[in-house]
Each structure stands twice: as C-alpha cells, then as structure tokens.
C-alpha cells in the first residue's frame, strides 16, 4: 500500500458513522449531537450526572439508535468501560467530541481563592478526562481508517482570560496536547481544537446572559455566541475540514482581535 492517501475526497458523510460525545446531555455538547443526528450519524450521548437529560435527548433526535452513555472524566475505569459499551453496540466509533467541562470563576487576582481542590478538578476534568478518552477509544477510532476527534477548547487557551486561572491553563493545555496527539494518531485519526469565546449557556456560575451580551459587544461582528454556532464549527471540522489537524478553530466573533 501506497504511504500517501488519495486527497480530493470532498465532504466526510456522517450517514452510518457513529459520534460520541462526552458532555452531550446540555450546552455545546448537546446543541452538537443535534446538528451530528441531523447530518446521518448515530450519537453516543455521554454524561456524567445529566442521566436523564441524556435520555431525553436521545429520544428527540432524528435517526434511531442513540445511546446515553455514563462517560464520567474523572474516573479512567469508567471510561474504558463506556468504550467498551460502545463497541458492543456498534462496532465502531468515528467520530469524538470531548465537550464535558468544568470550571468556577474565580478572580485572577484573588490567588488564594484558587484553592488546590478547585485547581485539580479543573485540570482533572478539562485535560486528563479528555485524555483518558481519547486513550480508551483510540483504537475503536483507528479500526475505520477516517476518524475525528473534536476537542471543545476555549479562546481563554490563548488569552488568558476567562473564568479563572485554572481554567485558562486547562484549555491551553487541551490545545497543546491535541498537536501532540495529532502526529501520533494521523493517519487515521485527525485531531482539532474548537475554541469558542464566551458562550450564552449556564457554563459558567454567575455569568449571566447580559455578561455574554457586553462581552459580545466589543467584538468586531457583535453576535452573541449560542452552543449551535460552536455545534455547527464542530460539524464544519468533522465534515469539510479534511486536511486539518493538530489545529485550533476559534468561534469568536473576532474578540480575540
């Protein structure tokens, strides 16, 4: 076999394919398993507490075949477990999408307030958990020859602005971590980063859709960013982007000029 691959293959079909999505029982995660469904693919709804939002999901999507699946990121057992429930049932995977998150504002400025626990957590959740994934579904996603992972990052990666330190350090980190992996899972595996600016969802605590707005309205397009403008970068990625990896994607109305 040649070690070059034919380019020019136009669109990635999404009809047959299977996504999984950690954190797709609300938020990004859940606005992508709907834009995903719409285009063909059978979605493995990940949660961790959201149980029967996951399910509720599963039940309005369009196709059949959608499975809630407990994909908890700081447990690596239970996540391996998740990948094996998804062979089970489908025999394959195509494509990831690590959008599960978490984060606790907390001023910059205010270093003691940033606690070890806090600290851990974030990092625990936002860059070992999106690991442990790829890790346990690496070879699912190798077996199809043409597989994506989709990591939902943050233009805090790059800023250093955001919710609190940690967070910022957690998305930088994801970013950095998906060009190392991305050399070593090509080439049946391309890897990118889609970095939204703040999101009018309940991500945040205390953020409220007016900090949204005034953040939206010193950017030069001025729109406030919903979960399905982040939805509809991850499926652009997935579907057109096809010679793009080890890459970020910034969904950010301009704010980061």
């Known amino acids: 076999m040649s070690e070059f691959r034919q380019g020019g293959q136009g669109p990635y079909s999404l009809q047959g394919r299977v996504a999984v999505i950690t954190g797709g029982s609300s938020g990004i995660g859940a606005a992508t398993a709907r834009r995903l469904a719409e285009a063909g693919a059978t979605i493995a709804i990940g949660y961790n507490a959201g149980r029967d939002r996951a399910e509720a999901l599963a039940a309005e999507l369009p196709g059949t075949g959608h499975l809630p699946v407990h994909i908890p990121m700081g447990d690596s057992d239970a996540i391996r477990a998740a990948a094996a429930l998804v062979e089970a049932n489908f025999g394959r995977a195509d494509v990831?999408?690590?959008?599960?998150?978490?984060?606790?504002?907390?001023?910059?400025?205010?270093?003691?307030?940033?606690d070890d626990a806090t600290?851990?957590?974030?990092?625990?959740?936002?860059?070992?958990?999106?690991?442990?994934?790829?890790?346990?579904?690496?070879p699912l996603l190798r077996r199809g020859g043409d597989a994506v992972?989709?990591?939902?990052?943050?233009?805090?990666a790059s800023t250093g602005l955001g919710s609190s330190i940690a967070y910022c350090a957690s998305k930088a980190a994801v970013?950095?971590?998906?060009?190392?992996?991305?050399?070593?899972?090509?080439?049946?595996?391309?890897?990118?980063?889609?970095?939204?600016?703040?999101?009018?969802?309940?991500f945040v605590p205390g953020r409220g859709r007016a900090g949204v707005e005034k953040q939206a309205a010193a950017t030069p397009l001025k729109i406030v960013a919903e979960a399905d403008d982040v939805a509809m970068a991850v499926l652009a990625a997935v579907t057109h982007l096809r010679l793009s990896t080890g890459t970020t994607l910034v969904v950010d109305s301009g704010r980061h000029l």
Not at 100 to 114: C, F, I, N, S, Y
Not at 119 to 138: C, E
Not at 149 to 156: H, K
């Open 175 to 202: 970013d950095t971590m998906g060009m190392s992996l991305a050399r070593v899972l090509g080439p049946e595996i391309r890897v990118i980063s889609v970095s939204p600016a703040a999101v009018a969802t309940d």
């Open 119 to 138: 600290f851990d957590n974030i990092l625990i959740t936002n860059v070992r958990g999106p690991f442990a994934t790829i890790r346990a579904f690496a």
């Open 149 to 156: 992972v989709i990591n939902i990052s943050s233009l805090s």
């Open 96 to 114: 990831l999408v690590n959008s599960a998150g978490v984060t606790r504002a907390v001023p910059h400025a205010d270093l003691d307030a940033l």
